[in-house]
Structures are given as C-alpha cells and as structure tokens.
C-alpha cells in the first residue's frame, strides 16, 4: 500500500520553507492577481477546487512569470520549477521566462508608469531570487546563466544607481555562486574519497591474523554505533538536491525528447548515497565471515543484530536494512551452526519490519510513525526520519508509472507532479534535520574505510568457517577453489 504525504508537513530549512510556505498542499491561493486560480477553467490551464490539475507547457511557463498585480504561489513555483525539466532544459524553460518577461515590460513602458514599471521588477527578481536558492545547480549551465544576465539586465533598466533591484540582484547573484561552488567543492572531495577497495582475500584463506582489528575493536556499543552510523546517514543525504531526485523520472521516461543539463552527467550524490547502503551491507558480512572462532562470530551477528535495532528507535531505517541485508546474504545466512547459537527473538522482529510482503506494509507504517514523531518533535533527535532510499525511489518510479504525463487533451497532468512533488519535498525536509550525537571521527573512519570482502572472498570465508552441506555448496566450493588455485 502506497502511503499518501502528510498534509501537514514538517519544518524545513529557510530555502525550502520560503519557497514552499508551511505546508505543501498543492493548493494554489486565491486572491493573487489576474492568474489565480478558482473552478473550472482560465486560458489553457484547469482548476479543481481551487487547485491546479493540469495545463499546457506554455501556460504553464506563464503561470509562473509574475506581473504587477500577480505573483505565483509558492508551491506552485517549487512544484513547477523541479516539474518542468521532465518536459524542457532549464536554460530553455529560463529562456521563455525572459521573453514573457520582455513581452510585459514592453507593454507597461509604453504606458509610462514607472511605479508599475518597478513593482514587476521587483517580482521579476523575487521569482529567480526562489529559482536560484531553491535550484541553483540549474545555472551551473552556461547557457542558464547567459539568460539570467540577460534578464536580470533588462529589469535593472529602469532602476537608479544603487536601486533596490540592483541590489537584491547582486545579493542573489552572490548567494548563487557561493552556492556553485561549495558544491562542486564538496563534488570533487567526494569523488577522492570513493568506495573503500574490496579485500579479494588471500588465496583459499581469507580469514584476517587473528590480531587485526575489527569492528568490536573499534566500538562494542550498538547505541553508540547506530548513532555514527546515523550521521553518515545525514551527511550523505544532505548532498541530494531536489533535482536530483527528479531526474528519477527523467532518466525513465525514453519519450522525452529533451533533456536537462543534469540528466547528461553523472549524478554523483545518489549514485555515493546508493553506494555506501551496498558497502555497509558486505562490510556487515564480512565483519562476521572474518571471524575465525564460532562463538565470536555468534557475539558478532548478535552486536549488529542489536545495532540495527537501535537505528529502527533512531528513525534510520536506511542503515537498519542494510544492516539486515548483510545478514541475509548468502555467505552470512547459510551459517547455520553459528545461526543456532545465535539469540534470534530480537532479529525477527526486525525482519516483521522489513517483511517486503503488501508492499512493505510494516515498514510504511513504522515510517509513518516515525514521522508523526517528528512532526511534533521538540529535540533533533526526535525529529530524525532516514527512510529505505531504495523503497523511496521505487514510490517515485511508482508514482511515475501509474499516472501519464500528459492527459488526452494534450495538457500536462499536473496533478501527478504535485504529488511527486510532495513525496520530494518531505524527503528534502528529512535531509535537513541536523545531527543530534556527536561524531567519533575513529568509529567513522572505520566504517568508510575497513577492507571489504568481495562476495567471492566471503563464499571462501564462509565455506571455511563451516564447510559446504549439499552438493549444490560442495559444487560451488571446488569451482571457487580451482579458480582462485588457477589464478595462483
């Protein structure tokens, strides 16, 4: 079962409370100008109880561009601005702004009413004063940043020296490029920092010297450990950006003809966020198929079992399903001598929470709890949600499928994107919770760095800690055996 957004939604930083308001309701307000909406129809764009439901892309574009008695909804301006890039660029959609905007100056120039004249100015910037903070990898496209000059140079036309336009352009301006920058810094310190490199092993002997360390070594606390690992969590996923969620259905939609800037490279903060739940997955299991005594290794299943239990009170279900997914891997799972001594009461449970069957209906409902807690939370601690990224993804791609892009009179389904708009916004309003614990910069450096096995080097580690069973296990051995005695 698909689990609708919150009406209510949670605080968020001051970009996304200023452009989104305190809900994200889809509501467009009345009593905004010439273009606001009610029942029925204006122009190419229809209503449904006051909300907007779907529109052509050119009205949709002029919906977006104020005038001097109008000035969009601030959901509308978030909803559409990340939207639109599934149907046009960017620079493209920029582009057309600047000519509606060109279209309008014209007409109240020739009206000689130099008040008007400066009040649409005025709403002119305030729009791509919310474009540029809200998305402002969109202008790292030369093409994007050519026609924010160019608009901006044709609304400072009509200000005095040192107006209240030129400055609040300079100041967005500014705001923009220190933005640009830190992130393509942080970009280029996470593109040296990849993925620790995967320990093949020694030949038919992949256990470790009994005195290297390993994870118990480092930290024997499970609280302590969820908590290091819950601020990785939120360092990571502090680096995705709106867009980037978005171009989820950009890279799937094959019909699109266009593409923005950001579908063409890498997106490198979901494919790190995407890596590090596999790499804490192998570096659960091999932190248990390195352990040469039986008993050590049944403390060690029992330790994670009990650290992914303190990340489900945490709220970080991510870290808790990677944890569980180590567990489940084959190397791990078919250690059956070391399962049984093993006390499994506490790990059931947590499987009932991830059982994937009805969609993940257990998950869902302790996220939607873990919500509501935040919701109404008092500390940062309380107000901690890391959803399954994974799962999260798939609701997206879900929301994608089930409803078309556009409906059969030609306009887009906007109605579609507010709710994809929605799920995104609530997910940015997690990444923004700011890390209650204390970082141990020895715990985290393990856990980012400590040799993990390849899944050939766990099935050896395994297999020597307690041998193949049936013939299918005596098969694999001997085939891993001749490779591994081949590569010699």
Request: glycine fraction near 4%.
């Amino acid at each position: 079962m698909f689990l609708e957004p919150q009406e209510t939604m949670p605080q968020t930083s001051v970009v996304f409370s200023s452009i989104l308001g305190p809900s994200c309701s889809g509501q467009v307000q009345p009593s905004m100008g010439e273009r606001g909406g009610g029942a029925g129809s204006s122009g190419d764009l229809i209503f449904q109880d006051g909300r907007l439901i779907s529109g052509s892309l050119e009205a949709l574009m002029e919906h977006l561009v104020p005038t001097v008695d109008y000035y969009p909804d601030r959901t509308y301006i978030f909803t559409f601005l990340l939207s639109s890039r599934v149907f046009v660029p960017p620079h493209d959609l920029l582009a057309r702004v600047g000519q509606i905007c060109l279209e309008q100056r014209q007409q109240l120039e020739a009206g000689s009413d130099k008040a008007r004249l400066k009040s649409f100015s005025a709403k002119i910037v305030q729009l791509l004063k919310e474009w540029t903070e809200a998305f402002p990898y969109d202008f790292q496209d030369e093409k994007a940043m050519a026609e924010l000059k160019a608009i901006t140079h044709r609304v400072t036309q009509c200000d005095e020296e040192n107006g209240t336009v030129k400055k609040a352009i300079a100041q967005m301006t500014q705001s923009l490029l220190l933005s640009l920058a830190a992130r393509s810094q942080l970009q280029e310190l996470r593109e040296k920092l990849r993925s620790p490199a995967m320990d093949k092993g020694p030949i038919l002997k992949a256990k470790p010297p009994a005195a290297q360390k390993d994870i118990l070594g480092v930290c024997c606390d499970p609280l302590v450990l969820a908590q290091q690992l819950t601020h990785i969590e939120l360092e990571r996923v502090s680096s995705i950006h709106p867009e980037d969620l978005m171009q989820i259905i950009s890279h799937m939609d094959s019909r699109d003809k266009h593409r923005c800037r950001g579908d063409l490279i890498k997106t490198y903060s979901l494919e790190a966020y995407d890596n590090w739940f596999n790499c804490l997955s192998m570096l659960v299991a091999t932190e248990v198929c390195r352990v040469v005594k039986k008993k050590h290794r049944t403390r060690m299943l029992e330790f994670f079992i009990d650290v992914a239990r303190e990340c489900f009170n945490i709220g970080n279900f991510n870290s808790m399903m990677a944890i569980i997914s180590g567990m489940n891997l084959s190397p791990v799972a078919r250690l059956k001598k070391t399962w049984s001594k093993v006390k499994t009461a506490k790990f059931d449970v947590l499987e009932h929470h991830m059982d994937p069957s009805s969609n993940f209906c257990n998950y869902r409902t302790a996220l939607q709890g873990a919500t509501q807690r935040s919701q109404m939370a008092n500390s940062s601690r309380e107000k901690i949600v890391i959803p399954v990224f994974n799962l999260f993804v798939k609701d997206i791609y879900f929301l994608h499928k089930i409803h078309t892009n556009h409906l059969p009179n030609g306009h887009i389904n906007f109605k579609k994107f507010w709710d994809i708009s929605r799920q995104i916004h609530e997910f940015m309003t997690w990444t923004q919770v700011e890390c209650p614990f204390e970082k141990d910069k020895k715990i985290q450096s393990y856990l980012l760095t400590a040799p993990i096995y390849s899944e050939e080097a766990l099935f050896i580690a395994s297999f020597e800690s307690e041998g193949p069973e049936n013939h299918m296990e005596k098969d694999s051995w001997k085939t891993l055996r001749t490779t591994l005695l081949n590569r010699a």
